[in-house]
T-cell receptor, first 113, second 114 residues
Framework: AQSVTQLDSHVSVSEGTPVLLRCNYSSSYSPSLFWYVQHPNKGLQLLLKYTSAATLVKGINGFEAEFKKSETSFHLTKPSAHMSDAAEYFCVVIHTGGFKTIFGAGTRLFVKA | KAGVTQTPRYLIKTRGQQVTLSCSPISGHRSVSWYQQTPGQGLQFLFEYFSETQRNKGNFPGRFSGRQFSNSRSEMNVSTLELGDSALYLC?????????????FGEGSRLTVL
């Protein structure tokens, strides 16, 4: 069975400090993993994706994530937070070979000035 | 290239009414999926269509239905609306076979049921 767990429902950082949003997954198959961002009253925008190529994935707006199979994790990081990063972030697993998409519960990122 | 377009963006209905939401995918995309987003339940998968066939379905009552047309545009319908149906309904399209590709989301249709 597949599942996605975002370990923090809320994360608060100061502008200019690092961001870490944690995601663990469970999958019986080789997963495709994604991070999406959602700003208020907007749809979801793809930040980055892992599809069994390089384990360190770089995305838009300075975000990156590392796929660690041994830890079944796909944490999202950014070296320096910006006010515009304040949004909700979703970790997503797509079952390769099937048609199921599993969303994490989301992590709301607050950025303090 | 135009993105995913959802209409209407906002609508208000009363209990017992029905509603139809529309989604136009990115040109060339054949897969369209629908999601309900609420503060309490988060993002929940409703159903997915590929080439006019429902390929996957979430755990929603039969009041929620959908369809896809030959041009890949999709509609979802909710009948006998309940207060709990108030939500942001998101549509996403995908251009690859199966669900291995990324999803491209529209901005959603915000439904308020009074």
């Amino acid at each position: 069975a597949q599942s996605v767990t975002q370990l923090d429902s809320h994360v608060s950082v100061s502008e200019g400090t690092p961001v870490l949003l944690r995601c663990n997954y469970s999958s019986s198959y080789s997963p495709s993993l994604f991070w999406y961002v959602q700003h208020p009253n907007k749809g979801l925008q793809l930040l980055l994706k892992y599809t069994s190529a390089a384990t360190l994935v770089k995305g838009i707006n300075g975000f990156e994530a590392e796929f660690k199979k041994s830890e079944t994790s796909f944490h999202l990081t950014k070296p320096s937070a910006h006010m515009s990063d304040a949004a909700e972030y979703f970790c997503v697993v797509i079952h390769t070979g099937g048609f199921k998409t599993i969303f994490g519960a989301g992590t709301r990122l607050f950025v303090k000035a | 290239k135009a993105g995913v377009t959802q209409t209407p963006r906002y609508l208000i209905k009363t209990r017992g009414q029905q509603v139809t939401l529309s989604c136009s995918p990115i040109s060339g995309h054949r897969s369209v999926s629908w999601y309900q987003q609420t503060p309490g339940q988060g993002l929940q998968f409703l159903f997915e269509y590929f080439s006019e066939t429902q390929r996957n379905k979430g755990n929603f009552p039969g009041r929620f239905s959908g369809r896809q047309f030959s041009n890949s545009r999709s509609e979802m319908n909710v009948s006998t609306l309940e207060l709990g149906d108030s939500a942001l309904y998101l549509c996403a399209s995908s251009g690859t076979e199966g669900s291995t590709g990324e999803l491209f989301f529209g901005e959603g249709s915000r439904l308020t049921v009074l």
